[in-house]
């Protein structure tokens, strides 16, 4: 069956670092693929998506790019902020019914 | 616009005992998600309604778990009766996209169950 595995945390940086949440993937066929996060006290919110190989994903500094090659969608970011801190959620699928998730990574970044 | 509403954030009940959570989506949304993340793990999918039809419910556990979405507005999740690996974040979420993709989905912030 399909499944998503990414980092587990906790990961902890200091503010300004690099970071990097791995996420592999195993899936039938091509399925668009997600990072969510979840700020303290807050629902899920879409952060980026890649529909299909090699695409890149980005929005608020984060990055991520769909390897098909290696079924692959690690986030990254180039220099972390304390309000980064939050839970991530790798997950792939096309429709809400049938989407994946990962077990999250939670992330705290020390100022 | 308000956004999808859940309560109660919290709930702590007895092994055994009813326990319902509600779920306020965005005005207008058709489409109504409930799923779960069980001992931090992944989350996983329950069910969907589709107004107050359930579209697709192959997700819902066992039978002590009931969905309903009675006029189409918001939705209740009943446990019945309550077990330990009951325990988890419950999450509600709504779209009004036709084509049902995950992408166009907007999440509540969860109702953290605990059953002792």
């Known amino acids: 069956g399909n499944s998503v595995t990414q980092m587990e945390g906790p990961v902890t940086l200091s503010e300004e670092a690099f970071l990097t949440i791995n996420c592999t993937y195993t899936a039938t066929g091509y399925p668009s693929l997600f990072w969510y996060v979840q700020y303290p006290g807050e629902g899920l919110q879409l952060l980026l998506k890649a529909t299909k190989a090699d695409d890149k994903g980005s929005n608020k500094g984060f990055e991520a790019t769909y390897r098909k090659e290696t079924t692959s969608f690690h986030l990254e970011k180039g220099s972390v902020q304390v309000s980064d801190s939050a839970v991530y959620f790798c997950a792939a699928g096309s429709s809400a019914s049938k989407i994946i998730f990962g077990s999250g990574t939670r992330l705290s970044i020390r100022p | 616009e308000a956004g999808v509403t859940q309560f109660p954030s919290h709930s702590v009940i007895e092994k055994g005992q009813t326990v319902t959570l509600r779920c306020d989506p965005i005005?207008?949304?058709?489409?109504l998600y409930w799923y779960r993340r069980v001992m931090g793990k992944e989350i996983k999918f329950l069910l969907h309604f589709v107004k107050e039809s359930k579209q697709d419910e192959s997700g819902m556990p066992n039978n002590r778990f009931l969905a309903e979405r009675t006029g189409g507005t918001y939705s209740t999740l009943k446990v019945q009766p309550a077990e330990l690996e009951d325990s988890g974040v419950y999450f509600c979420?709504?779209?009004?996209?036709?084509?049902?993709?995950?992408?166009?989905?907007?999440f509540g912030s969860g109702t953290q169950l605990s059953v002792l």
């Open positions: 005005s207008g949304h058709d489409n």
């Open positions: 979420a709504s779209s009004q996209d036709k084509a049902r993709g995950a992408e166009k989905l907007f």
